[in-house]
C-alpha cells in the first residue's frame, strides 16, 4: 500500500516539476488580476458561459473557468456578479438526480472531475448534496472507491485534465519521466518538502507567465486560458 500511494503522489508531483526561478507572489497577484479579468470579458450573460459556441457550453469549459475565478486571489464568489452565479447554475443543471453528468461526459471521469473541483471552489454549502452525488457517480464511472488511494487517483485524473487543457507550449515544457518526491516523516522532511514545492512552484509559473499577452490571455481559447490561471493559483498557493 505504501509503496503505491508513494508512486501515485510522485505521478501528482510531476505537475510542479521545473528548474529553479525566483519569483514572488506579488507577481503572480498582478499576473492573475489581469488573466482573471480578461476570462470575465470573455463572459456571454445571454448564453451565461464563457467564450462562443457549443464547446463553451461544454462542463469542462464551464468549470475550468468557474474554477480559475473562485481559487483566484481575489477570492471570487457567486455573490461576486453573474460571471460566478451563472456559470455555477449552470453546471448544477448539468447534473442529473443521481449525480451523473448529461450528455457526452457521463463516462468520462476527468468531466466529473473538473466539476467537482469547480464547486468545491465555490464554497457554497448549499452546492455539498449535489457534489456528493457528482462525486459517487464520477467514481464510480472510474471504477474508484473511497479508500485513500481511490482518492489520489481522482486527484491525479483532474490534475491530468488540468494539464491536457493547457496550451501546447506549456504541455511541451512539462517534465518526461519521474521524479524523486520526499515522503519523509518529522519537521526536516515536512521543511524539505516545502522547499521543493516552492521551487517547482515558482518554475512551472515563470513558464505559465512567459504566454500572458498585455491584454491578460493567455490563449484565445477560453479553456486552455483558465488552465492557466488554475495553473497558476496554485503556484501562487505554494509562494505567498
Not at 492573475?32 to 462562443?52: A, M, T, Y
Not at 468549470?63 to 456559470?87: Q, W
Not at 468531466?111 to 455539498?128: I, Q
Request: overall charge positive.
Amino acid at each position: 500500500m505504501t509503496k503505491r500511494r508513494n508512486a501515485l503522489i510522485a505521478a501528482a508531483a510531476l505537475w510542479w516539476a521545473g528548474s529553479a526561478f525566483a519569483i514572488e507572489a506579488k507577481d503572480l497577484k498582478r499576473a492573475l488580476d489581469g488573466g482573471g479579468n480578461w476570462l470575465i470579458e470573455q463572459f456571454d450573460l445571454k448564453e451565461k458561459v464563457f467564450g462562443k459556441g457549443e464547446r463553451a457550453k461544454d462542463v469542462t469549459t464551464v468549470a475550468m473557468c468557474v474554477k480559475a475565478l473562485c481559487d483566484n486571489p481575489r477570492d471570487y464568489k457567486e455573490t461576486s456578479g453573474p460571471f460566478i452565479s451563472e456559470p455555477v447554475k449552470y453546471l448544477l443543471s448539468q447534473i442529473g438526480e443521481d449525480g451523473k453528468l448529461k450528455g457526452a461526459n457521463a463516462a468520462k471521469p476527468d468531466a466529473y472531475a473538473l466539476v467537482a473541483e469547480a464547486l468545491k471552489a465555490t464554497r457554497n454549502d448549499a452546492h455539498s448534496a449535489v457534489l456528493e452525488k457528482c462525486l459517487a457517480a464520477g467514481r464510480a464511472s472510474s471504477g474508484c472507491g473511497k479508500d485513500e488511494i481511490a482518492q489520489l487517483k481522482w486527484e491525479i485524473a483532474c490534475l491530468r485534465a488540468q494539464i491536457a487543457a493547457l496550451p501546447p507550449e506549456v504541455q511541451a515544457v512539462l517534465p518526461k519521466g519521474p521524479i524523486d518526491v520526499v515522503v519523509d516523516s518529522g519537521p526536516s522532511g515536512a521543511a524539505k518538502l516545502r522547499a521543493q514545492q516552492k521551487e517547482k512552484a515558482e518554475a512551472r509559473a515563470v513558464e505559465v507567465l512567459k504566454l500572458q499577452r498585455k491584454d491578460g490571455a493567455f490563449s484565445e481559447d477560453v479553456k486552455a486560458h483558465a488552465a492557466c490561471l488554475v495553473a497558476l493559483n496554485r503556484c501562487y498557493s505554494e509562494l505567498k
